[in-house]
């Protein structure tokens, strides 16, 4: 997380918001949540999210494929966002 969030957003909202995100992301349209589904959840701190299922796409590679990171990494925003890589459990 970009620690100029952590200012004034808590982890454990940050981490909840991304959860529900990718409750959205399910690829069985069928298994993602309304929007006021959503709501409800982000509003409702002390309720349980349900697991995630499988998502509409991943953007992990498969074998063979090369790893386009290098050491040289360059500055490709001129907004100063951070882009952060998302691993499942």
Do not use: W
């Amino acid at each position: 997380m970009d620690p100029i969030l952590g200012i004034s957003c808590p982890k454990e909202d940050v981490s909840r918001y991304i959860h529900v995100g990718h409750l959205y992301m399910q690829e069985s349209v069928m298994d993602r949540p309304t929007m006021s589904e959503i709501v409800f959840m982000l509003s409702h701190e002390t309720i349980q999210l349900r697991a995630p299922k499988q998502p509409a796409f991943n953007l992990l590679r498969g074998e063979g494929q090369t790893d386009l990171s290098n050491d040289k990494a360059e500055n490709c925003t001129r907004n100063e966002l951070t882009i952060s890589a998302m691993e499942g459990q």
